[in-house]
């Protein structure tokens, strides 16, 4: 039931681009995503409502491709403020049981 | 300022006891949710509520048990039938039922429980 992220982890350097995605078994009616710094609450990122929505956050952005039944965050020139774990969530159905995916480890170095 | 307030911060709980998580939220949210997270791993769901009297289980209720008097607190207690209660602890609450509206879940800072 879980959505399955990928990569698991990932090392850039500062300036450089990284993608994550998150693929759902089960129908997606919509996806948050978030990011976890070590040892803190996650952080609400964005979220996307419809199939084929994009969004932007500073030069974080996300996709959202219903059909494919996944949804893929863009980071560009990252910088070290931007290492932590990133999860997607997503609710099953229209139902109230919401489910993190199974994250992606994402470090900056200088 | 708005926002969900856990405590402890940490917590150590002897073999046998039960400990009770305080989440208090001023955001007038609705809903409100318990995860569990462990170490290098996601977050699983223990029990959700979207109004005051009522709460649902999630994946990995069994060992816990939660009440909603209020609106604002949302407590979970650890009993002693939860075996390996070692964890982060997290508890969220969003404005909408998450997946009706356009709001994602605010994150208390968590507590930190560790059986001795």
């Known amino acids: 039931q879980q959505p399955v992220q990928s990569p698991q982890a990932v090392i850039l350097r500062e300036g450089e681009d990284a993608v994550i995605n998150c693929s759902s078994s089960?129908?997606?009616?919509?996806v948050h995503w978030y990011r976890q710094k070590h040892g803190e609450a996650p952080v609400f990122l964005m979220i996307?409502?419809?199939?084929?929505e994009q969004k932007g956050h500073e030069k974080i952005s996300a996709s959202f491709n219903e059909k494919k039944q996944q949804s893929s965050l863009y980071l560009t020139a990252s910088q070290l403020s931007y290492s932590g774990t990133y999860f997607c969530?997503?609710?099953?159905?229209?139902?109230?049981?919401?489910?993190f995916g199974t994250g992606t480890s994402l470090t900056v170095i200088p | 300022d708005g926002g969900i307030t856990q405590s402890p911060k940490y917590l150590f709980r002897k073999e046998g006891q039960n400990v009770t998580l305080s989440c208090e939220q001023n955001?007038?949210?609705?809903?409100m949710y318990w995860y569990r997270q462990d170490p290098g791993q996601g977050l699983r769901l223990i029990y959700y509520s979207q109004i005051v009297n009522d709460f649902q289980k999630g994946d990995i209720a069994e060992g816990y048990s939660v009440s909603r008097e209020k609106k604002e607190s949302f407590p979970l207690t650890v009993t002693s039938a939860q075996k390996n209660p070692t964890a982060f602890y997290l508890c969220a609450s969003s404005m909408l039922p998450t997946g009706q509206g356009s709001y994602g879940y605010t994150f208390g800072s968590g507590t930190r429980l560790t059986v001795v």
């Open positions: 969530g997503t609710p099953w159905n229209t139902g109230n049981q919401f489910y």
């Open positions: 996307l409502l419809k199939g084929g």
């Open positions: 955001l007038n949210h609705d809903a």
């Open positions: 089960k129908a997606l009616y919509s």
